[in-house]
């Protein structure tokens, strides 16, 4: 009795999913199903004649929903569609497969058929299977797609069988076996427009190696150059189709194969890396393409691919490239990235592409210099080169706000500065470090003053770069002086009585300007650091100072601090009665 409501309940859901569906495809294409014409209310409108008006109807256009809009389904929504569609037929092909995995076992524990047999016997059922696919899909193809990856499944299994179980054929020749049945997926795929073969033939091509050369034991130049054949296959796909998510799966396999091999150094380590140079400049080409193709669409696959590609190139560059012309080489492909982000935005006017071309071309300037120099000398020229792009940027492009948010590339000598700060500044000023600090007081300063001279575009907010590019070198500024002042003054009270009292200065004439200019980021400024320096004398030099020194000091803040009451105040003709 309840396998009969259960069967009852599965079909009133196939049902109602069938009634949802048909709903869902009247919304998304806006097309009403077909029915008998309505006679509907006509508008007329008055036409003057010799006589009375006369009333002639006035057609209209068919209203369509304003919620209908056509969009691409996210890869979830892509995923559970394909799950739902035949999943019976999905569950039985696997039921099948697992099915004839048992019942070649059982064969083979009863010897009813020699080696030889059982492999021809699964060549056979596989290419039969494949064979049926491939009919099948010009009919249903999400049917016959099933078809195709039991079928390649079979000859896989057969073919790893074959090799690894009976040793009765090399295993090269099992894995051409295999590359000609993921050539198949890959041709039917673009035979019929089905991207899951595709993704399913780049994963099978690529991770045979690993299993059906275990015999064979191939070389890493071998497995490289099968990769990259491979690869080449995946960029014809690419270009057939337009599918650039391959380029992000064949990219993923070519990062797998990279990974154990960083750290070894063998005698196959140079020829690898002229494999990672090839693998690198075709992965370039394939996204640049893209992104050209696509200047209008959708075009973060590409970008995040050419992101990757950069990365992982760095990373085979910085393992293996010789030291003496590890420096050279990436300046040669940081020139190529650095050519592309410029080129890319100048034909396609968008902005997330030359930011990730720039990006890896910055990361790859950077490396170069760690190669080459070290301590407080690198942070130097992390400082110098951070400083120079935002104003190539804009000299070459002319885009204020691209070039504002490079600046955000001095957040990385900024990290390295705080080594400066930390230095030993106890027995004097440390050359290499003060260096370090005013430099980077005086970039932050100079590119402020920049941005404020040349004009902002429209609709960009009031200098608020400009303003913290500013406040972050007075901060540079304040701590240079603080540890300067207490390198060389023997006296620590003194020189922490004189760096509250430029503190003061400048936070009282920051904040009366700003208040009587109708100034408000210049008054806040003035009125933060005028917090703190009183917090700081309240909470910890009244404990670190002598009596003396202390009293001076607070003399000294609080005086100033009480001049503020004689300036911009306005003479009062009469004095309030109290």
């Given at each position: 009795?309840?396998?009969i409501?259960?069967?009852?309940?599965?079909?009133?859901?196939?049902k109602?999913n069938?009634?949802?569906?048909?709903?869902e495809?009247i919304?998304k294409t806006?097309n009403a199903?077909?029915v008998?014409?309505?006679?509907?209310?006509?508008?007329?409108?008055?036409a003057?004649?010799?006589?009375a008006?006369v009333?002639?109807?006035v057609p209209?256009e068919?209203?369509?929903p304003?919620?209908?809009?056509?969009?691409?389904p996210?890869w979830?929504?892509?995923?559970s569609t394909?799950?739902?569609?035949?999943?019976l037929l999905k569950?039985?092909?696997?039921?099948?497969?697992?099915?004839f995995?048992?019942?070649?076992?059982?064969?083979?524990?009863?010897n009813?058929?020699?080696p030889l047999?059982?492999?021809?016997l699964?060549?056979?059922l596989?290419?039969?299977i494949?064979?049926?696919g491939?009919?099948?899909?010009?009919l249903?193809a999400?049917?016959g797609?099933?078809?195709?990856?039991?079928g390649?499944?079979?000859v896989?299994l057969s073919a790893?069988?074959a090799?690894?179980v009976?040793?009765?054929i090399?295993?090269r020749?099992?894995?051409g076996i295999?590359?000609?049945?993921s050539a198949f997926?890959?041709?039917?795929?673009?035979r019929?427009?089905?991207?899951?073969?595709s993704?399913?033939?780049i994963?099978?091509?690529?991770i045979?190696p690993?299993?059906l050369?275990?015999?064979?034991?191939?070389t890493n130049v071998e497995l490289?150059?099968y990769?990259?054949?491979?690869t080449l296959g995946?960029?014809w796909?690419?270009?057939l189709?337009?599918?650039?998510?391959?380029?992000?799966?064949?990219?993923t396999?070519?990062?797998l194969?990279s990974?154990?091999r960083?750290?070894v150094?063998d005698?196959e380590?140079?020829?690898?890396?002229?494999?990672a140079?090839a693998?690198a400049l075709?992965f370039f080409v394939?996204?640049?393409?893209?992104?050209l193709?696509n200047?209008d669409?959708?075009?973060n696959?590409?970008?995040?691919?050419?992101a990757?590609n950069?990365?992982i190139?760095?990373?085979?560059?910085?393992?293996?490239?010789s030291?003496e012309?590890?420096?050279l080489?990436?300046?040669?492909w940081m020139m190529?990235f650095?050519v592309?982000?410029?080129a890319i935005?100048?034909?396609?006017k968008?902005?997330?592409?030359?930011f990730?071309?720039a990006?890896?071309g910055?990361?790859?300037?950077?490396a170069?210099?760690?190669?080459e120099?070290?301590?407080?000398?690198?942070?130097?020229?992390y400082?110098i080169?951070?400083?120079?792009i935002?104003?190539?940027?804009?000299?070459v492009m002319g885009?204020?706000?691209i070039?504002?948010?490079?600046?955000?590339l001095v957040?990385?000598?900024?990290?390295l500065?705080?080594s400066?700060?930390?230095a030993n500044?106890?027995?004097g000023?440390?050359?290499?470090?003060?260096f370090v600090?005013?430099l980077?007081?005086a970039?932050?300063f100079?590119?402020?003053i920049?941005?404020m001279?040349?004009p902002r575009?429209n609709?960009s907010?009031?200098g608020?770069?400009m303003?913290?590019?500013?406040?972050?070198?007075?901060?540079?500024?304040?701590i240079?002086?603080?540890l300067?002042?207490?390198?060389t003054i023997?006296d620590k009270?003194?020189?922490t009585?004189?760096?509250?009292?430029?503190?003061?200065?400048?936070?009282?004439?920051?904040y009366?300007?700003?208040?009587?200019?109708?100034?408000?980021?210049?008054?806040y400024?003035?009125?933060v650091?005028?917090g703190?320096t009183?917090?700081?004398l309240?909470?910890i030099d009244?404990?670190n100072?002598e009596?003396s020194?202390?009293i001076?000091?607070?003399?000294i803040?609080?005086?100033l601090l009480?001049?503020?009451?004689f300036?911009?105040k306005?003479k009062?003709?009469?004095?309030?009665?109290?």
């Open positions: 009795m309840y396998i409501f259960l069967a009852i309940g599965v079909v009133f859901l196939f109602l069938g009634r949802v569906k048909r709903i495809e919304l806006g199903p077909s008998a014409p309505a006679v509907s209310t006509a508008h007329f409108v008055p003057s004649t010799a006589g008006p009333y002639s109807p209209q068919p209203s369509v304003a919620f209908v809009q056509n969009r691409e996210s979830d929504e892509a995923l394909w799950i739902k569609e035949d999943w569950l039985g092909a696997f039921i099948v497969l697992l099915g995995g048992w019942f070649v076992s059982y064969a083979f524990a009863h009813w058929v020699g047999g059982r492999v021809t699964g060549m056979i596989g290419v039969g494949l064979g049926f491939w009919m099948r899909m010009h249903y999400r049917q797609s099933v078809f195709l990856g039991l390649t499944m079979v896989i790893y069988s090799a690894h009976y040793t009765l090399p295993g020749a099992a894995l295999m590359f000609l049945a997926l890959a041709l039917a795929s673009v019929f427009k089905v991207l899951s073969l993704i399913v033939g994963l099978v091509a690529s045979a690993t299993t050369l275990i015999n064979a034991t191939p490289f150059a990769l990259f054949a491979v995946t960029v796909i690419v270009s189709t337009g599918w650039r998510n391959l380029t992000a799966v064949s990219l396999m070519f990062l194969y990974l154990p960083l750290g150094t005698h380590t140079g020829t690898l890396l002229l494999f140079y693998f075709l394939t996204n640049t393409v893209g992104i193709k200047r669409g959708d075009i696959p590409d970008t995040l691919t050419a990757a950069g990365l190139l760095l990373m085979w560059v910085m393992a293996h490239a030291q012309w590890k420096s080489i990436i300046i040669g190529l650095v592309a982000a410029f935005f100048a034909i396609t968008r902005k997330e592409p030359f990730v071309y990006g890896v910055v990361a790859m300037l950077a170069a210099t760690a190669v120099l070290e301590g407080a000398a690198l942070t130097i020229a400082i080169e951070s400083a120079i935002p104003f190539v940027v804009y000299l885009n204020r706000k070039a504002e948010s490079l600046t955000l957040a990385g000598p900024a990290l500065s705080l400066s700060m930390a500044w106890s027995s000023i440390p050359g290499e470090h003060f600090l005013l980077m007081s970039v932050l100079l590119l402020g920049f941005f001279m040349i575009e609709g907010e009031e608020v770069v303003q913290t590019l500013f406040v972050a070198g007075s901060i540079y500024a304040y240079l002086l603080w300067s002042l207490h390198a023997v009270d003194t020189a009585m004189i760096c509250l009292v430029v503190y003061t200065l400048i936070g009282l004439g920051a009366v300007y700003g208040k009587l200019s109708e100034q408000k980021g210049l008054s400024y003035g009125g650091l005028l703190f009183i917090a700081h309240l909470l009244v404990w100072m009596l020194g202390r001076i000091t607070f003399f803040v609080g005086a009480m001049t503020t009451a300036i911009g306005k009062q003709g009469t004095v309030p009665q109290i």
